[in-house]
């Protein structure tokens, strides 16, 4: 077994062996959380520019979950709540600093969000490439949406771990 022994001299000698897997782990974990709030704050900030208001349109214009509120906002104007919303989740995910509560709704809301973006795949012209037929997908937008599966196994994770913590004695 690959072990990392720390030690720490002194008076009160501490000894605490780490497994090179547990390592590895904790270092994974850790970075999931990173990872996640880091794409939420840049793909949120990006909700606030034009140029992502309009990407968005494809996508949820023709999403039967989300296409009727562009009857309700605008097109800037939805993609600046959702602007809102995924820099929010960003920060509650990042929250886990504090407290696994915070990471725990964090987890939850962007297990739901991705979970809705992964509807597109259903929705959106263009997701299977034509001149392969199915399963072949195309780069944009069909490898886009499918990435969110990773992301959504990814919320899960966090959530199941921040859940793990707050259940702990």
């Known amino acids: 077994m690959n072990t990392l022994n720390i030690t720490t001299h002194g008076n009160n000698a501490l000894s605490n062996n ?5 390592i590895t782990t904790a270092i994974g974990t850790y970075g999931a959380y990173l990872a996640l709030a880091v794409i939420y ?41 959702l602007g809102v919303l995924e820099v929010s989740i960003g920060v509650l995910i990042a929250g886990r600093l504090l407290s696994p509560k915070l990471s725990l709704i964090g987890g ?11 509807s597109f795949m259903f929705s959106t012209p ?3 490439e034509p001149s392969l037929g199915f399963p072949a997908i195309s780069v944009a937008p069909g490898q886009f949406l499918l990435k969110d599966l990773g992301l959504l196994a990814t919320s899960i994770f966090v959530a199941g771990h921040s859940l793990t913590r707050i259940e702990a004695p």
């Open 41 to 81: 704050f840049w793909f949120g900030g990006m909700k606030f520019t034009s140029y992502e208001a309009q990407g968005l349109v494809p996508l949820v214009s023709n999403s039967p979950l989300l296409g009727w509120l562009y009857g309700i906002f605008s097109v800037d104007t939805f993609s600046n709540l």
């Open 18 to 22: 780490l497994s090179l897997g547990a």
């Open 108 to 118: 939850a809301l962007s297990a739901g969000l991705f979970f809705t973006t992964l």
């Open 126 to 128: 263009g997701v299977i």
